[in-house]
């Protein structure tokens, strides 16, 4: 089963692909955790993406879409795609991806929240190295600035700082919005109400989920 998890920055997608991939034994695919991974290893592609994404910009179709290709032949039978596709290009090549290996997108679910609690929660979010992330306002770290799992600082992203956000919001808008409409017509289209806590949202994914026989 192939998920596409597709809303705002900020609306929960990551969170919620990591609770589904530790319960479900699913394969998350981030390409933002992917870029990051390479940001912080110093390759070629990390130098190549870094300042793209710390202006809040699209990294190219081009380049996702290698990086995508490289790791799909790979994947076990379930996998979330999170944070891609963004562009209708990206969904298109997606497709035909997909179907070298005899596979397709099964659903794609949307995680609709409001344009300002999208700013509240990124402007909120922190950080760790270790993958771990915080609301400082609704899940804030035991100790202050502080990893609970592995003790390290906590950090703001670049993308996280306010003239960023909005930037963010933008090209969302513009570049990754039409993929509503674009999924909508292909019937795999599903509505999720993220604007509630973690464990509701997960329970309503698992709800869909097996009603639609995914
Ligand atoms: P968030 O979870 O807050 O939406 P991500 O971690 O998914 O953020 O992405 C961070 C940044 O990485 C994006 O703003 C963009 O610059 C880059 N990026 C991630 N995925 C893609 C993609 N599919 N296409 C283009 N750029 C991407
Ligand atoms: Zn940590």
Redesign the pocket.
Known sequence: MNLVFLGY??SG??TQAKMLAERKNFAHL????L??EEIAKGTKLGQT?KD??SS??????NI?LEVIESKIGSLKNDVIF??????VE?AEGLENLLEKYSRKVDAVLFFEVEEREVVKR?SARRSCSCGRVYNVISNPPKKEGICDSCGAALFTRE?DKPEVISK?ID?YKDLTSPLISYYRTQGLFHIINASRPGEEVYGEIEKTLSEEKI
């Open positions: 920055p900020g997608k990551g981030s390409t933002g955790d870029f990051r993406v793209i994404i809040g910009k699209l990294v190219s179709d996702v999170d944070g891609f596709p963004r562009t990206q990124l993308d963010r090209v």
